[in-house]
């Protein structure tokens, strides 16, 4: 089993930068696929990012690449998502998510992993 928490999250004005971490307990997560989803109101959870060392990486949605960073500190068993840029269209809760067994064509569905956090609020807004 695989414990995550996410952290970071809050209000920030458009433009603003934060930095989310996910911090990951129960089993270190060197092997694993580490990836962050969000979902806005009345949205569908969507994919934003994920990291594989197994894979490659890392992979973004389109509406991030360039903006977002996704990093992972093995040793501390931490993902960080570091957020630039942000716009109110970032406005969501954002998940971190773990999976062992991932293929390459399933790091952006939300469906095939097996571990998630409770989510951390991102409100971009003046």
């Not at 990951?24 to 092997?31: D, L, N, P, V």
């Not at 949205?43 to 490659?56: L, N, Q, Y």
Request: glycine share 12%; with cysteine.
């Amino acid at each position: 089993q695989v414990q995550l928490v996410e952290s970071g999250g809050g209000l920030v004005q458009p433009g603003g930068s934060l930095r989310l971490s996910c911090a990951a307990s129960g089993r270190t997560i060197g092997g694993y696929v580490m990836a962050w989803f969000r979902q806005a109101p009345g949205k569908e959870r969507e994919f934003v990012s994920a990291h594989s060392k197994r894979h490659g990486g890392p992979f973004y949605a389109g509406s991030v690449k360039g903006r977002f960073a996704i990093s992972r500190d093995d040793a501390k068993n931490t993902v960080y998502l570091q957020m630039n840029s942000l716009k109110p269209e970032d406005t969501a809760v954002y998940y971190c998510a773990a999976d062992r067994n991932l293929i390459l064509s399933s790091m952006s569905n939300s469906e095939q992993y097996d571990y998630w956090g409770q989510g951390t609020q991102v409100t971009v807004s003046s």
